[in-house]
């Protein structure tokens, strides 16, 4: 692929001391969702009123507090839709609707009738500017297009003028107008051309600190770095007269894959309003999405006044109004963005959230591989670490630990680990809970060969009261071996002491007891011991079992039935 003679590089801005590279975000922008317009064109299949009357309540719910709500002009359904918002008293007093028009009289009075009896409206007026657009679009020269654009303001407060006037003669609240104004193609505009129409717009619409006007600059293709974008902006800024009399607005779109980050930085260079969409939806490859910008600037510290608390039942809802599905490693609201198969992310997640747990953590958040706490999203810890062939041994550690209580001493946990890796990697895909579950009982806990207790009792020996005598436990038990059955007896400090030294009347190998750890598992009267012995054979083989009872003393002797029956193969270099 050779691009040259077809495609030039970006001119960047002659920006000397830009000041956008030294400062941080440390405050939310005004921020205005556009899914009911931008997103709802870029769909397949747009949706209807009521579909539309849902979305603009979730809006409302998360917290925006400026919605463009479509183009009343375009179409009736627009239109009718914008009626149904303000007849039925679904606009609450300090939400603001936007409504987009062409700076054309008969598009400008429609709107108006769309908007009445609304108490706060932003009219959003654009037109094009870039040079392709000059000569392919409209034929127009530079001259031409800023009288459109000033026509179209001037247009505009006639109608305000006269709806307000009116309004009052009917003893009503006249509606709380704004403006808004686009040249469209922002970024592929020469940059003093752009700041002398918005000038002229600004000088016609008569802005003032106390009627600013919003100047909203679409990136509507990007085509930049986002380091050259925050330059325009910046540039814009600086050099756009009467500056405290406007809002620069930005309205940033994906063809690059930059639209957050050119967002960002365009915050940093002096923009203080955004537009655009719920998890990007927005023709081509979408409108910026004020999910991620917004949850960026949440791990920052710093509240977005959005609330996706419950970004689940947020994505659930979009989807279902939209049709289009969240990327399953979309940030934050993607089905796996919490999710570590890798060994080595699943023991860092393990250990920082069992610190956390146990108090032993700072209250900052600093698990390793997660930039936000799942809760403070609506997600549960439960997906956060997954098991497959690529998993680890902290993974499977982990599932078993915050999933069924199993907390198996660390020494436990490489063979654990093999057991279930080598499980995933036969079967080439990844392992459920339970599942995960079913291999670790079917491999510790319900063993029965070659060992198997058929029968075990215990009588406890106390001597005399007020003797120096230990108590003892008398055990006895019938056992198979290797098919063979052994009724077998003898005594010891407790029942397990006794049951290891009974297990030398046969045939099984002779080992000692090198390591024991318990703990209990359930509550109440569901309270169960768990046991995991370590036990050194004769020939020095050092092996792991685990049982399960709800006596004590029964886990124990579980625990090393499990051992002697563990096999062999899981510790021949697969550790």
Known sequence: MNPNGKYQPFAGVNLKDRKWPSKTIENAPIWCSV???????????????????????????????????????????????????????????DVTIQVLCQAREHLVARTFEAVEGAKNVIFHLYNATSPSQRKYNFGKSKEELIELAVSGVKCVKKYIAAVSKEALAEGREPTNFHLEYSPENFTQTELD???????????????????????????????????????????????????????????????????????????????????????????????????????????????????????????????????????????????????????????????A????????????????????????????YNGIIRINSQSGKGGAVYILETHFGIVAPKAMHAIIGSVIKTRADELQRELSVDEIYEIFESTWLRTKYPLNVLEITEQHIEGERGSDRPEQVAGTASIEWKGKRYAISAKGNGPLDAFVNAMRQTPVPHFNITTFHEHSVGIGSDTQAMAYVQITKEDGEQVWGVGKSSNVGRAGIAAVVSALNFSQEYTDNKI
Not at 360 to 380: F, N, S, T
């Open 353 to 380: 959230m069992a610190a956390r747990l146990e108090g032993k953590a700072p209250a900052l958040w600093d698990v390793p591989y997660l930039p936000i706490d799942p809760h403070d999203i609506g997600r549960e």
């Open 193 to 351: 051309y752009a700041i002398e129409i918005c000038s002229e717009v600004m000088k016609a619409w008569e802005a003032n600190p106390q009627n600013k006007i919003i100047l909203n600059l679409p990136a509507t293709v990007e085509c930049s770095l986002p380091n050259q974008f925050a330059d325009q902006i910046e540039y814009f800024c600086r050099n756009i007269p009467n500056r405290q009399s406007c809002i620069i607005s930005l309205h940033n779109h994906n063809d690059r894959g930059e639209s957050v980050a050119q967002c960002e930085l365009g915050l940093l260079a002096g923009a203080e309003r955004v537009e655009g969409c719920l998890f990007g939806n927005g023709e081509r490859t979408g409108n910026l999405d004020i999910v991620t910008v917004a949850l960026n600037m949440y791990t920052q510290g710093v509240s977005p006044k959005l609330n996706f608390s419950d970004l689940d039942f947020i994505s659930s809802e979009y989807s279902r109004f939209t049709g289009m599905p969240i990327y399953a490693r979309a940030p934050y609201a993607g089905e796996l963005v919490f999710t570590a198969f890798s060994g080595s992310h699943q023991d860092a997640i393990r250990k």
């Open 35 to 93: 899914d009911l317009r931008d997103g709802n064109q870029a769909l397949v299949n747009p949706m209807g009123i009521e579909q539309k009357l849902e979305f603009f309540k979730l809006l409302v719910k998360i917290g925006f507090k400026e919605i463009e709500v479509g183009f009343p002009s375009a179409s009736n359904t627009e239109f009718l839709f914008v009626r149904r918002l303000i007849t039925e008293n679904l606009i609450p007093d």
